[in-house]
């Protein structure tokens, strides 16, 4: 937020995310809920419910578009971790969403400028050489959404990995214990 210089940040849950397994997510109202929760804590973030209110899959290009729609006023940014980056091609309409706002890529571990070439993405030479430079570095955390929920299921802590209103969020409603 500060590197890029962003007066806000819109938390999103997913209804149905299309390259992901739906079955390892939490009910969608648990998701806004912990959001809502995040977002408490900082005037800076913000959380909309737009793609739960949708129907199909949720795809990026349509989120982006509609947030448009909502906020005119507003550039829009989307904001992705590099991890992420390899299977962007394969995106719904991924051209129209790199032709429409800037993809802001947030390094992830192993995924940084130096272990990712432009061949790697898949994607036409300008789009790609874009993204790589549009990659900064934030406090590198080794974490990852799979690694909580195997350690809640594991019965393992979760302290210091997720913001203290999550950890209680998610051990009030007993979420990812089996």
Request: proline share 8%.
């Amino acid at each position: 937020m500060e590197h890029f210089e962003l007066d806000e940040v819109v938390l999103v849950p997913c209804r149905n995310p299309p390259h992901k397994p739906f079955n390892l997510l939490a009910p969608a109202a648990h998701r806004l809920a912990m959001l809502e929760a995040v977002a408490e804590e900082d005037p800076r973030f913000s959380v909309s419910d737009l793609e739960l209110l949708r129907n199909g899959p949720s795809y990026t290009i349509d989120t982006v578009e509609q947030l448009m729609l909502f906020r005119p006023l507003d550039d829009i940014h989307f904001i992705i971790g590099s991890d992420s980056l390899t299977e962007l091609a394969s995106w719904h309409r991924v051209g129209d969403l790199l032709d429409l706002c800037p993809l802001l890529v947030v390094v992830r571990p192993g995924f940084g400028a130096q272990a990712l070439s432009r061949r790697d993405l898949g994607l036409p030479e300008a789009w790609a050489g874009r993204l790589i430079e549009n990659m900064v570095e934030g406090h590198m955390v080794q974490i990852s959404a799979s690694d909580i929920r195997m350690r809640i299921a594991e019965g393992m802590s979760i302290r210091y990995l997720v913001p203290p209103p999550v950890e209680m969020y998610i051990a009030e409603h007993g979420l990812y214990t089996a």
